[in-house]
């Protein structure tokens, strides 16, 4: 039954969206938000969970060459571990720093970690990005994201 990697992954991921999708429909509900915290949160869920299904019930039958390409070799596994590292640690300060502190201070370090070496630019996108979602979400939206350290 389970003889591609495609079932085995959306089987998985199926597993992991069910979860996820359960969990988001366990967030608490804001009276005065004219959109809920759980509405983003219940749609990836969904997407997800429908997009296992696909994958679970795709007919592309893998090649050689396609299984060549998914092994990863040792120096990559570093980088990846890293790049998990960061986001780990972006999810851990997250409520306490602040949206806006948090994710200029991950985008910046994970470009720059990934080999990306135009300053300027980093420092720019990674400023200007988080301002511009923090003000979308909170002021167009309505919806709250964490201040953090930041008087607004």
Not at 100 to 116: A, H, M, N, Q, R
Request: glycine content about 6%; some cysteine.
């Amino acid at each position: 039954m389970l003889a591609s990697i495609n079932r085995k992954l959306g089987l998985l991921i199926f597993i992991v969206a069910a979860v996820y999708l359960y969990l988001s429909f366990q967030l608490p509900n804001y009276e005065y938000a004219p959109i809920d915290a759980d509405v983003i949160p219940k749609g990836l869920g969904i997407l997800l969970l429908v997009l296992s299904v696909f994958l679970f019930f795709s007919r592309v039958v893998e090649t050689d060459a396609e299984k060549a390409k998914r092994n990863i070799p040792k120096k990559e596994l570093g980088v990846i571990a890293a790049v998990f590292a960061m986001i780990f640690l972006y999810i851990l300060l997250f409520e306490t720093i602040g949206f806006i502190i948090t994710t200029s201070l991950f985008i910046f370090f994970c470009s720059w970690f990934l080999g990306y070496r135009a300053w300027k630019t980093n420092i720019m996108v990674s400023l200007l990005f988080p301002i511009v979602m923090y003000a979308i979400f909170v002021y167009a939206l309505g919806i709250v994201l964490p201040r953090g350290i930041l008087p607004f």
